[in-house]
């Protein structure tokens, strides 16, 4: 069983920056952040494969501002989130899960996941 802990999140201005952190207790191979605002489905912004590449994937409401990237050495992902905006105020959950196959937008595909940290923005 591996656990996910998320760190990072905060409060900031529009057009601010923040990143954060998702440190495993165990190897991954696929590893996302998704948000999740109350009354709303949790929804994919960025995933990382770390197959040959690696792959990277970026919700089009967030591509150009936020990155996602991976130390396998540590089994750390981070996601560098800039020009944020009001609408990106959200819960943040880092997923994960091991060798197979997968699709980086679905919920569904992850084994595990953090506890989730709190991103606010304000106009």
């Known amino acids: 069983q591996v656990q996910l802990v998320e760190s990072g999140g905060g409060s900031v201005q529009a057009g601010g920056s923040l990143r954060l952190a998702c440190v495993a207790s165990?190897?991954?191979?696929?590893m996302a952040w998704f948000r999740q605002t109350p009354g709303k489905e949790r929804e994919a912004v960025a995933a990382v494969s770390t197959g040959v590449g690696p792959n990277t994937y970026y919700d089009a409401s967030v591509e150009g501002r936020f990155t996602i990237s991976q130390d396998n050495a540590k089994n750390t992902a981070y996601l560098q989130m800039n020009s944020l905006e009001p609408e990106d105020t959200a819960m943040y959950y880092c997923?994960?899960?091991?060798?197979?196959?997968?699709?980086?937008?679905?919920?569904?595909?992850?084994?595990?996941w953090g506890q989730g940290t709190q991103v606010t923005v304000s106009s």
């Open positions: 997923a994960a899960r091991g060798v197979g196959p997968w699709c980086p937008w679905s919920p569904g595909m992850y084994n595990y």
């Open positions: 165990g190897s991954t191979s696929h």
